[in-house]
């Protein structure tokens, strides 16, 4: 079985500041995928970044950028310039490449960006 | 492109009753996975189906139930409810052969259960 932990239950950040989020995951597969989603208050959920097991470098989706490593089973998502826009809830998410349709989440961090 | 869509917004029911969750999935999408959210904790998968057949099942019993129908939309069926079925129900479509199987989820279904 897979598990994802985030260790992180909040984060409060200045507007323009950088903040990174932890996730660490086990599982012995060596295929999988690895993404962070955002949900913001009373809104649906969607997909911030993604990140291939098999690929050595870091995913990067404008100011949202991951540090992958696999050894570790370490995934951080790092926020650079946060915008109030960026206030949500923020899930660490897992899926193997043997079964690639059950995605298993992390319990979240909360993100507060402040003015 | 139409995204998805779940029906009812909000839903109050007594425990022992029965609810009927509706998920519309996105445009071209054929599967669609449900997932129990409790406040504050993240979706816990419940199960996909695939070509109107469920395709995997996380670790819910079976009063929890659903159907896919021709044109891909599902339904979420829970027997019997407790007082621990009050939750988001968060359905996401996805498309087999797409990009890492990637999920687009809908804006849910917050049941409360009393």
């Known amino acids: 079985a897979q598990t994802v932990t985030q260790s992180q239950p909040e984060m409060s950040v200045q507007e323009a500041e950088t903040v990174t989020l932890s996730c660490t995951y086990d599982?012995?597969?060596?295929?999988?995928?690895l993404f962070w989603y955002k949900q913001p208050p009373s809104r649906q959920m969607i997909l911030v970044i993604r990140?291939?097991?098999?690929?050595?470098q870091n995913a990067t989706e404008n100011r949202f950028s991951v540090n992958f490593q696999k050894a570790a089973k370490s995934f951080s998502l790092k926020i650079s310039d946060s915008q109030l826009g960026d206030t949500a809830m923020y899930f660490c998410?897992?899926?193997?490449?043997?079964?690639?349709?059950?995605?298993?989440f992390g319990a979240g961090t909360t993100v507060t960006v402040r003015a | 492109e139409t995204g998805v869509t779940q029906s009812p917004t909000h839903l109050i029911k007594t425990r022992g009753q029965q609810v009927t969750l509706r998920c519309s999935s996105q445009?071209?999408?054929?599967?669609v996975s449900w997932y129990q959210q409790a406040l504050g904790q993240g979706p816990q998968f419940i199960f996909q189906?695939?070509?109107?057949?469920?395709?995997g099942r996380g670790n819910f019993p079976p009063r929890f139930s659903g159907l896919q129908f021709p044109n891909y939309s599902s339904e979420l069926n829970v027997n019997a409810l407790e007082l621990d079925d009050s939750a988001l129900y968060l359905c996401?479509?996805?498309?087999?052969?797409?990009?890492?199987?990637?999920?687009?989820f809908g804006p849910g279904t917050r049941l409360t259960v009393l």
């Open positions: 599982t012995s597969e060596s295929n999988y995928y």
């Open positions: 996401a479509s996805s498309l087999v052969g797409g990009l890492h199987n990637e999920q687009f």
């Open positions: 445009s071209g999408h054929n599967t």
């Open positions: 990140q291939e097991a098999y690929k050595q």
């Open positions: 998410a897992f899926v193997p490449g043997s079964n690639d349709y059950k995605l298993s």
């Open positions: 189906y695939y070509r109107e057949e469920e395709n």
